[in-house]
């Protein structure tokens, strides 16, 4: 994740090192702090996306510092930590935490959660009201699609259909996972339902067929 900066509190240099290397092999940016304390000063003029905070600290520990932590700010903290015990992972939960993980960890798994709570606590950039693929444009706010200027009448899930296909532009979707995204998991008709649909876009969109693309032996998907 682009433009992302995580705090690293740890009192083991060695650690925060380790971390901070695989960190930053994502493309994520790091400070470091040896404990608590240290930590809380460099809060008061720098605003990171996430910390990542060990317990076990000299001068203040973890918990202290995320009870501290929390009365200023709501940045998510993930505590990476020894300590195991049941109390302290509810401890470490109940004071804000957003995640909390035991020493040792595997990196791919650290980052794989550190991904998860960005996700889950980040704003998503908004997604444009007027979509463009070429001569198409979809009008999100009024539900309307237009080719060439010209009004294209469409059904609710033909209208769904186009405009999933058009958010994720150039992406190919399966029909499995079209049937999931615009018909709900729930859904017991067939596969088929979603080649029917697309055949008839195509038909409706007449010259602008061909921007929805067969990608054989996968999907479907919209490229201009």
């Not at 509190?9 to 901070?20: A, G, I, N, W």
């Not at 200027?149 to 992406?171: A, H, P």
Request: charged share 25%; glycine share 6%.
């Amino acid at each position: 994740m682009k433009d992302v900066t995580i705090l690293i509190v740890d009192d083991e240099s060695d650690m925060r090192q380790l971390v901070k290397l695989y960190l930053e092999k994502e493309g994520f940016r790091c400070m470091e702090a040896a404990n608590g304390q240290e930590a809380l000063d460099l809060l008061n003029t720098q605003s990171p996306q996430l910390i990542l905070l060990d317990v076990m600290m000299p001068k203040m520990d973890g918990f202290t510092a995320a009870a501290a932590i929390r009365q200023k700010m709501q940045i998510p903290i993930i505590f990476l930590t020894a300590r195991g015990d049941e109390w302290d992972r509810i401890h470490g939960l109940n004071l804000g935490a957003d995640d909390y993980m035991m020493k040792p960890f595997s990196f791919g798994e650290l980052i794989a959660r550190v991904q998860a709570v960005l996700r889950r606590t980040q704003p998503a950039s908004p997604k444009p009201e007027l979509l463009q693929a070429g001569p198409l444009s979809i009008n999100k706010k009024g539900r309307q699609v237009f080719f060439n200027d010209q009004l294209v009448s469409l059904t609710l899930k033909e209208y769904e259909l186009l405009q999933f296909l058009c958010d994720y532009k150039g992406q190919v979707f399966s029909r499995e996972q079209l049937l999931e995204k615009i018909w709900g998991y729930d859904y017991e008709g067939s596969e088929r339902t979603v080649d029917t649909h697309i055949k008839t876009l195509r038909l409706k969109l007449k010259e602008g067929a061909d921007i929805i693309h067969t990608v054989w032996g996968v999907g479907y998907k919209v490229e201009v």
